[in-house]
């Protein structure tokens, strides 16, 4: 077969998928944080589950990333992935208090990191990124 006969997307065709794959990533974090809103603040920092799930999406979208591999030879990486992603699912509520607690201070040393290396302009584009930035850097941090 020659190079021809497969499908090359065009240009406008990179950008249409982009779009929709914001949009869906939009309508999520829309939904969660309608979720968000309905539950109540939980006591003390950001709520007790989100510190928790943004963490996980954070190192799942990270790790599916092209520098997953790369992030994964580091020790402090694997250690996120492993208190994070390999949780035990069954917790007190204050042992969850607790573990969303710590969630919420990796969180903040993690976006905190991520944004002052060479790839925090990158980050600073996408819509996610800034969300976790808006919640878990101090004010007037990053800039």
Known sequence: MSD?????????DVLRMENELLALENRFLKAKLATAARSG????GVGSERPLGDMQWLLRRLGRSPVGPLLRRRDAW???ETRYLEAPPSMTPAERRSHAQLAERDLQRLVQRLDASPAG???RTQGGWRTLRSRYLPRGGGD
């Open 121 to 123: 302009p990158l980050l």
């Open 78 to 80: 694997r250690t996120l």
């Open 41 to 44: 603040p939980a006591a003390g």
């Open 4 to 12: 021809g006969d497969f499908y090359k997307p065009s240009d406008a």
